[in-house]
């Protein structure tokens, strides 16, 4: 056993003893290296991490007219590029060196700043004379780039548009860095890839015959989710107003915006977003945002301009919202004895007892006029009796005011010659309908009814031919809208945001008369009525 052992042993001393031990190299800590035209230098070889003599070691350049060398001193004599040679033992250690005959300063861009948004990736790439641009669109059938950007969607699809920084001039050996590789990382090519929200400056070097550097600063920002404009905007001839853009978040980012008026001769609008009145009347400014992303966000800002001269002297007659809401709380009996002094039209509301009387509120529930969690359609009359009115104008000046009955509204309107202008806030029965019918024929002014319940109309319409009928509409006055106006000789009533002197000048020669609600800017009133509306709901 022993002799086995002693054999073993040999036998793995023997191996050990027959592997050559390789020698340490020697070699440069780079492969190139950079010095200015007309300076001296040194440069170091090493053998591992130790620093070797220079003196013992044979140097040689390979072009002595750009560069020499002895004992590692370089001499730079004029620009260009040499391979400097250390030859020791047998062993050849290299160096490419570039020489360089003065610094030029190159740019980006314009004014070397630049915003992506998180995840964007953008090229570098720099140029002593400038940046030349260039986009591509991968299907211009689905969208097509100009030669600044600007991108035109064509039809539905995919597309990728590529932006890529052209150099017009730049060294033989470059280098990027960027200052904060958490916001943005950047590649030896140029590559930057935006990684999170902030700031960075992307630095440039690069060397040949000249040595090129440069400085970009990059905002990066998360991407735009949404945006918002002003609803409208009212204007007098001549007058201008900004529009002002609400991001979320509020630093996403924006590549461009573009503004575009649908009628110029109304608003005109800047490339900076200012709105011009040039004439009176309505249209819209369409903004569209472009974001990096491959549809543009849009949105729609509606622009009235008014005339301050305007006389209000034509045949539009108001409707007094709610009665006197103004002065009294709403729908009840002293803001309609308030209105109703004025001799004009007064509007309500009715909704129905669970006995079946039709009571006068806006909402179904008491909770906001009354303070009472109760529907109006889950009590008696008589229980409603038990819950006065406590909220709205001036509430406090009307103690034990309680939700009127239609009957009691009529009456009001009878004693001051007032017309009553009622909104049917149900889908009615039959029954309902012959019993709201027998109601309102005893007002002394032929009455308005008014819904968006078309159900509602339409029966009443059957038992009455003579009844001023308005149907209601919150999106605008639709063609089946207006064949069920014809059939049934209904009038129309729109928010003003959806009308237009032109559709109301359709409506009229349909035979169709059109009313109007939510005007809250006064100035708008004048410019309505000078389109010709017939009527236009107020608050008093």
Known sequence: MKKHVLVICFMVLCLYISIPVSAAQYSFHYSSAAVKAGSVSNVYIYKGNS??????????????????VANGKVTAKRAGVVWIKAVKDGQVSKLKLYSYGKTKKVSFGNGDTGEVKIGDTLTLKPSAEGILSSYKSSNTKVATVSGDGQVLARSSGSVKISYTLKPSAEGILSSYKSSNTKVATVSGDGQVLARSSGSVKISYTSYGKVKYTGTFSLTVRPALASFSVQ????????????????????????????????????????????VIAQGCGSTRITVQVNNGEEKNKTAQIRIYVVDSSYSGSSGSKYILHRGASLEAPE?????????????????TDVQKTKDGVFVLCHDTNLKRMCGVDKKISDITYEELQQYPVI?????????????????????????????????????????????????????????????????SLKKLRLINNTVSIQYIMRGGATEKAIA?????KFDISVGYTKLSKGSIDKLHGKGIKVSTWEIVDNRLIGLYESFGVDYITVDY
């Open 51 to 68: 620093k070797q003599n220079p003196n013992k070691f044979e140097w040689s350049s390979s072009d002595d007219k750009v560069v020499s």
């Open 484 to 488: 069920i106006c014809e059939e049934y």
């Open 391 to 455: 909220s709205g104008n001036n509430a406090d000046r009307y103690p034990n005011n309680y939700i009127p009955t239609l009957q009691q509204y009529i009456d009001v309107c009878n004693r001051y010659g007032a017309v009553p202008v009622i909104e049917l806030k149900w889908n009615m029965q039959d029954d309902e309908i012959m019993k709201f019918n027998k109601m309102i024929r005893s007002s002394k002014k032929p009455p308005i009814v008014i819904s968006f319940r078309v159900g």
């Open 231 to 274: 609803e409208e905007i009212v204007l007098k001839k001549g007058d201008s107003a900004d529009i002002v853009i609400s991001k979320t978040p509020v630093d996403g980012y924006v590549n461009s915006i573009s503004y575009k008026s649908n009628n110029k001769k109304i608003a005109t609008v800047t490339s900076d977003g200012k």
């Open 331 to 347: 729908n009840t009996l002293p803001a309609f004895e308030i209105a109703a002094k004025t001799g004009g039209y007064i509007e």
